[in-house]
């Protein structure tokens, strides 16, 4: 294959597979476009989600221009041999993948999605399903123009395989978040009580499951044990800040920026993700590099890492109990808290964004070049492969 650019849709800026996408674009020998359909939303901005550069990628904001047909009829006409990775197909940028399809008699497409959601209540969780016509029907049109599907997750690789897509064309994927440096101060853990656990993310009971967290801790005891949670926003925020100032082994640790949250985490002993339907966490990401383990459900997405690294425990979402007996064996056994550290110490390289990008970039040669017979592995999954 003759080296071409490659086009990346976006309905915003990247930050969660920001690290993999700007190591693929330092990397790439053509030149690499991030084109958003949308700016950076107000809430991210307060917590630097658009720190940062993007590599060598050149970043395309959409909604600033007068005439966005104009600008995307041009673009094409100079891009139409290039690679075009979109981010899923029922997106606000799913509207220049048709486009695209319409104007390009054989298109290079690269689709990268996470699994639909399906969290809420009994009738929303009902009408998610219903929905899931559509990801078939559109699964049946689309694979004649797609050339490779990278699902994030394990449990995505299988929906989307069900969806439609031909077992060929379906690649695990994960989100890589940028860090400071490829190179890891790995931290090392000591038995000391009490021991801190550490809840990051948005306060939201819904789908981050922080109303389980907080059943969970109301029913531990609280000598021996502490929770910080952190976060500056969510539809429970004013409830969850309350409840942490109720409890004398909580506390709220304001908000952090999203460049300091792998750090920052290095102070702790465990890091807990209750998520009760998460595409993708990337919070064991920081933590793994953190070399602190994780306590995380089983839909969470990420719980890939968890499997694969030995770094925590994987546990059924949405059950207070289950979280509640998994805290309890890390203060029955609290050498879980180093053997886990260790773990992912280990494991980190697996997923920094030089692995990944090679990864990726190795799927890309895979399926356009035609020399290439060995298909990749993701190396984050390669402890499940054995």
Request: hydrophobic content about 40%; charged content about 25%; some cysteine.
């Amino acid at each position: 294959m003759s080296i071409k650019n490659l086009i990346f849709w976006f309905d915003h800026p990247p930050r969660v597979s920001k690290g993999i996408f700007n190591a693929v674009s330092e990397k790439w020998n053509g030149k690499t476009y991030y084109v958003c359909v949308n700016d950076t939303r107000d809430e991210r901005k307060k917590i630097n989600w658009d720190e940062g550069g993007y590599g060598k990628a050149e970043i395309i904001i959409l909604s600033t221009m007068s005439n966005k047909n104009v600008f995307f009829d041009e673009f094409l006409n100079a891009h139409i041999d290039d690679i075009h990775i979109f981010n899923g197909y029922k997106s606000q940028s799913s509207l220049y993948l048709n486009k695209i399809i319409d104007a390009v008699r054989k298109p290079k497409i690269i689709i990268w999605s996470e699994r639909p959601n399906l969290y809420g209540g009994f009738i929303e969780k009902m009408v998610r399903k219903i929905g899931l016509i559509l990801y078939f029907k559109d699964a049946i049109r689309l694979r004649k123009y797609v050339s490779a599907y990278f699902a994030v997750s394990a449990k995505g690789v299988n929906m989307f395989k069900k969806f439609g897509w031909p077992n060929d064309k379906v690649f695990p994927f994960l989100y890589v978040p940028p860090i400071n440096s490829e190179i890891l101060k790995q931290s090392k853990k000591e038995i000391k009580f009490p021991i801190k656990m550490l809840y990051v993310g948005r306060f939201d009971a819904k789908a981050k499951g922080v109303d389980i967290l907080m059943r969970a801790m109301d029913k531990l005891p609280k000598d021996n044990l502490s929770l910080e949670v952190v976060g500056g926003y969510g539809k429970i925020k004013d409830e969850v800040i309350d409840w942490a100032k109720s409890k004398s082994n909580v506390s709220f640790g304001g908000s952090w920026p999203s460049s300091e949250v792998c750090e920052r985490m290095k102070e702790y002993d465990i890091c807990i993700i209750p998520s009760k339907y998460d595409g993708w966490n990337v919070n064991p990401n920081d933590a793994i590099r953190a070399g602190t383990g994780i306590i995380i459900t089983d839909n969470s997405g990420s719980d890939d890492l968890i499997r694969s690294s030995n770094s925590g425990i994987v546990i059924k979402s949405n059950s207070v109990n289950a979280l509640v007996d998994a805290i309890k064996l890390v203060m029955k056994e609290p050498n879980l808290i180093i053997k886990w550290s260790e773990n992912a110490n280990k494991y980190a390289n697996k997923i920094s964004p030089n692995c990944a990008s090679d990864y990726f970039i190795a799927v890309l040669q895979y399926v356009f070049e035609k020399n290439v017979k060995e298909r990749p592995k993701a190396p984050w999954l390669i402890n499940l492969y054995e």
